[in-house]
């Protein structure tokens, strides 16, 4: 990819949302060059966070900024959560929506930096809630089913309309990009 640009994110519907990412095997420069294209499309958008799968990339790593500036996470777990936070909640995949949804306030992620270094952050709140959307979406989980009975239903109302209108598949050509 040339200049770093905003690239297409990924809308609801799109088979690489649901599936789970594999990790990343080495961290090079096509990775680095990669989380500066996510950050770029993420501030374009904008957003807080994107996922690599957002963009059609099948790997474990994400890029986010809760207005501390961009970080990079890279083949990231979460090992310890506590508490409860509820919070609205949306995503760069399902614009224009979102849903109060309860998850764990404090979560423990770990995961590597673009130097391969070990990274460990205790999170609560806002930035706590991005690392868990993040995770799922590299786990190929979308925000709708965390939703309650009710506000599933009237999501998938609006969302069934949606997909009758959606782009071709892997506009950005970024599907292979790691070879595997
Ligand atoms: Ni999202």
């Not at 309650?148 to 999501?155: I, S, V, Y």
């Amino acid at each position: 990819m040339g200049s770093v640009s905003g690239l297409t994110i990924r809308q609801y519907g799109d088979p690489v949302l649901k599936e789970r990412t594999l990790e990343v095997q080495e961290i090079d420069g096509k990775v680095a060059a990669l989380a500066e294209s996510m950050i770029a499309t993420m501030y374009e958008a904008p957003g807080s966070g994107l996922a690599a799968n957002q963009i059609g990339v099948m790997r474990r790593m994400f890029v986010y900024d809760i207005g501390e500036g961009p970080r990079t996470v890279i083949n990231p777990r979460i090992v310890e959560s506590d508490g409860e936070w509820t919070y609205d909640e949306g995503c760069l995949s399902i614009p224009g929506l979102s849903w109060d949804i309860v998850r764990p306030n404090a979560v423990h992620l770990v995961g590597l930096d673009l130097n391969g270094n070990e990274i460990s952050i205790e999170a609560t709140e806002l930035e706590g809630r991005v690392f868990q959307h993040e995770l799922d979406h590299l786990d190929g989980i979308l925000l709708v089913e965390r939703l309650d009975a009710a506000q599933r239903k009237e999501a998938m109302k609006i969302l069934r309309s949606r997909m009758l209108h959606l782009p071709a598949g892997d506009p950005d050509g970024l599907s292979r990009i790691f070879a595997r």
